[in-house]
């Protein structure tokens, strides 16, 4: 992961002057990113500029800024995780974005495809999907919630075609190296896929250097951009396997030409988008990644690891359980607390003090972003050992 130049206090300083911009502030403490994050007034802004713009106007004036706004969106998320804009697409969600290289890929009766054993399901039933086809699916299990690149290994054969994870697992939070996991993939013949949608926003991504083939992701949790927003990434190589299994009226060479029904598909990861955008969800998703790009993501993953090791410091020393306590290099924002009674009561007594967190397969989850602050974590904890001790 990319080293920031800034000392611990200039993090937090930089970082600290972008919290005026989320007003939940003012009256809860959100650790709940991991499932949905709260916009940003500048997101906002964003979005009613975009909506009033399109009041005022009839289209055939108004769409002449619609497609800059698009280039843009589209430049600053190839910035943010390391391509180019031709290898993005923007899609709906994580869901259909995975869907696209389930139904994009050939398959033959037998190939096979290794996922994890307690994968998010947007990652698992894409592919559950296949086996009507005789396609086989074989379960990486974890130890001690962290995933070993020699049990993936352990499980590949001549039929594997895909193995398709999570940067970050949405339970314990554990990240993956995808450098490690895409050259391992690559040296058995196998293409790598990720669902980045529990990293992206929070910790470097960088395609082209991790040489992963296909990247899906929402935008509505670290992202903070609408829902409904997602995007995927379709590297160079995989272009030329990957089948549009659905095409509209821009996925073509030279869409203006409407009575021309050559289908040409364009060169590029656009022949993958169907027609008419979510062009509000992506006014906001362009702002959304404006912000990324101006903090850096090397700025963001600081912030977001020193609000982990605070917590799994004072977690430990209070006595709680956190599921990992592995290495910086292996964790993210998702911090999850085991051995707890009743989580659904704690996380709803939780909400009545104005914290919010959630449970998810009897685990506390706490879900910090680059905005919060240590003192925010302290109280969390505070009021946890109230709840649990009463």
Not at 131 to 148: A, L, S, T
């Amino acid at each position: 992961m990319p080293q920031t130049h800034l000392s611990k206090a200039e993090v937090l300083e930089k970082t600290e002057a972008y919290r005026q911009y989320f007003l939940h502030t003012k009256r809860q403490i959100y650790l709940n990113h991991a499932a949905v994050s709260p916009l940003s007034t500048r997101v906002v802004a964003a979005i009613t500029s975009h909506l009033h713009e399109r009041s005022e106007t009839d289209i055939e004036n108004f769409f002449p800024t619609l497609l800059p706004t698009l280039k843009s969106a589209r430049g600053r998320v190839a910035s943010f995780i390391g391509c180019e804009p031709k290898n993005i697409a923007f899609v709906q969600n994580t869901s259909y974005g995975l869907n696209l290289l389930a139904q994009g890929l050939k398959w033959r009766k037998g190939d096979r495809i290794i996922l994890y054993e307690k994968e998010f399901p947007a990652n698992v039933y894409p592919f559950l999907n296949l086996e009507k086809r005789g396609v086989k699916i074989d379960f990486v299990k974890d130890r001690n919630g962290e995933i070993y690149l020699d049990d993936i290994e352990a499980l590949i054969t001549p039929r594997t075609r895909l193995v398709s994870l999570s940067f970050v697992q949405f339970l314990t939070g554990y990240r993956l190296d995808l450098k490690a996991l895409a050259t391992l993939c690559h040296r058995h013949g196998v293409l790598c896929s990720i669902d980045a949608i529990q990293g992206l926003g929070a910790l470097p991504i960088d395609c082209k250097d991790s040489g992963i083939d296909f990247l899906a992701s929402g935008g509505h949790k670290w992202a903070m951009s609408p829902m409904g927003t997602g995007f995927i990434y379709v590297s160079d190589a995989l272009l030329e396997r990957l089948d549009p299994v659905m095409v509209g009226w821009t996925s073509v060479d030279d869409a203006w030409n409407m009575l021309d029904y050559r289908l040409e598909l364009l060169p590029d990861a656009r022949r993958y988008e169907l027609g008419m955008q979510n062009w509000i969800g992506i006014a906001g998703l362009n702002e959304a990644f404006g912000i990324f790009n101006e903090i850096g993501t090397d700025v963001l993953a600081e912030k977001i690891l020193l609000l982990s090791d605070f917590l799994v410091e004072e977690l430990v020393t209070k006595g709680f359980e956190p599921v990992l306590t592995c290495s910086r290099e292996h964790r993210s924002g998702i911090m999850s607390i085991k051995n707890l009674p009743d989580v659904e009561h704690i996380t709803k007594e939780l909400a009545n003090r104005n914290i919010e967190v959630s449970f998810r397969a009897g685990l506390l989850r706490i879900a910090p972003h680059f905005y919060n602050t240590c003192s925010e974590l302290e109280a969390l904890i505070s009021e946890l050992k109230q709840i649990v001790h009463r």
